[in-house]
């Protein structure tokens, strides 16, 4: 069993950045592969970026290409998601999934532990 914690949304102008955290308790966190979803209102979840078990390999969405950067820190059981020119479209609640996996993976599917989301809004 993984618990994840996200923080660090918040309300950001147009063109400011924000660093998530998703902190990591319970079972050895690097085997798992993390992700960050997004899910605004009215709109299908998203899945944003991923990182490998070891950092290895990462994914990202194309609308968040160039303006994001996924790292982790295993042995502080964090994955962060640091977000730079946000827009307003980025509005969402961020939500942080882990799965265990013995391959590189960055896939979208197969995410079983989530966090209970982090509220992040762009304004214009």
């Known amino acids: 069993q993984v618990q994840l914690v996200e923080s660090g949304g918040g309300l950001v102008q147009a063109g400011g950045s924000l660093r998530l955290s998703c902190a990591a308790s319970?079972?050895?966190?690097?085997?798992?592969?993390v992700g960050w979803f997004r899910q605004a209102p009215g709109q299908e979840r998203e899945y944003v970026t991923g990182?490998?078990?070891?950092?290895?390999?990462?994914y990202y969405t194309e609308s968040m290409k160039g303006r994001s950067t996924i790292s982790r820190d295993n042995a502080k059981n964090t994955v962060y998601l640091e977000m730079n020119s946000l827009k307003p479209e980025d509005t969402a609640v961020y939500y942080c999934a882990a799965k265990y996996r013995v391959t590189e993976d960055v896939s979208s599917n197969g995410y079983g532990y989530w966090g209970q989301g982090t509220q992040v809004t762009v304004s214009s």
């Open positions: 990182i490998s078990r070891s950092g290895r390999n990462t």
């Open positions: 319970g079972r050895t966190f690097s085997g798992y592969t």
